[in-house]
């Protein structure tokens, strides 16, 4: 339990005073806050924090996130999970030199399913994760997505366009969320109260994604394996770009560590642009699938278009996404046919060679 009594969970026993922490000089090491950890994003994210040899505490609600996702971190006696949602008050003990806010289910259906809750956890959540950086003086990297442009009227999408978004429409209580959350990030940066960054996330895709969360990437490759209809909306030639995960967690961390702070929202993204049906036969073609395609009506507001334009994150963060549409679909793919195995033998970074691996996967989790 923690000390606000709400419960709490650690995946080990408390840290040990002269504990070995892998990875980085001593004076480099963190203690990290990942709001979110356990999602699809965060799970990476933590893992790869632990891995640098940081101490990773976890605050998540659980309500698209897995304690399956943790369980990866059992070993390590640098990993504290907390089950709490970021509305509420986190415990006053909390003491952070980083935090990564990433909390907010980020698929349309989940989204979608209680969207007070996730205009709240854009809001209230945020601001009160703020007030936690403000009182550590703490760092804060803030998950915002590519959502906040909407159906975008500029293509491909720069930091500077503001977007074109319906403010009543179903996807507004997350899009417009984010954008609010982006509001009050820069207020605290602006206010000189907290070294805020803002990250606008697009589509990324990998292992850990959820096989009923409703995007696209997991939803073709379910369908896919299990034979069934493949679902294009429309016409299927809206596009997307696809970001594979341990490229869009290099790039976060790197927007952490950049000097001085951007002040300024930084794209990141594959800017590789496919349509949905291209993305489609990918996945069958890499599945040797016989699924057939079925098309479905477009969802409201669905933008038509999408690819980040990241010449700022190259610029300023030196990032560029490394691994290809195939290379990401792979492991993702052996990931949704029930072959963790695989996904581990990346982690533990015997898959050196591959793109889709973490290069300074070199430590180990304890
Ligand atoms: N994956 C993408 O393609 C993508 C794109 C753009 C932005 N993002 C952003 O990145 C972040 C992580 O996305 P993801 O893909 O890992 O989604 P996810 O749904 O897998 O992870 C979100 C996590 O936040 C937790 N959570 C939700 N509301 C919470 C609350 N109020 N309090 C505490 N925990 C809460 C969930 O239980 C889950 O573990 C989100 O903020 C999302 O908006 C993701």
Partial sequence: ?????????????????????????RSDLKRVLVTGGAGFLGSHLCELLLRRGHRVTCVDNLQTGSTANLS????????????RDICETLPASLEVDEIYNLACAASPPRYQADPVHTMMTCVVGTNNILEIAERCGARLVHASTSEVYGDPLQHPQTETYWGNVNPTGPRACYDEGKRA??????????????D???????????????????????NLICQALAGDAMTLYGTGEQTRS?????????????LMEVEPNPEQPVNLGNPGEFTIRELAEVVVRLTGSRSPIAHLPLPQDDPQRRRPDITLARSLLG???????????????????????????????????SKAAYSFAETNLT
């Fill in 1 to 25: 339990m923690d000390s606000t009594g709400s419960q709490a969970r650690q995946a080990e026993s408390e840290p040990r005073g002269g504990e070995q922490s892998p990875g980085l000089p």
């Fill in 319 to 353: 990032w560029e996404p490394k691994v290809t549409l195939v290379e990401g679909l792979e492991p993702t793919i052996a990931w949704f046919s029930g072959a963790q195995s695989d996904e581990n033998r990346e982690w533990s970074g015997t898959r050196a060679s």
């Fill in 196 to 218: 805020a960054r803002v990250v606008r996330i697009f589509n990324t895709y990998g292992p850990r994604m959820q096989p009923d969360d409703g995007r696209i990437v997991s």
């Fill in 242 to 254: 696809f970001c594979y995960v341990t490229d869009l967690i290099a790039g976060i961390v790197a």
């Fill in 181 to 194: 959350a982006e509001t009050l990030t820069f207020d605290y940066l602006r206010a000189g109260r907290v």
């Fill in 72 to 83: 990866r971190f059992g070993a390590s006696n640098r990993f504290t999970f907390i089950e």
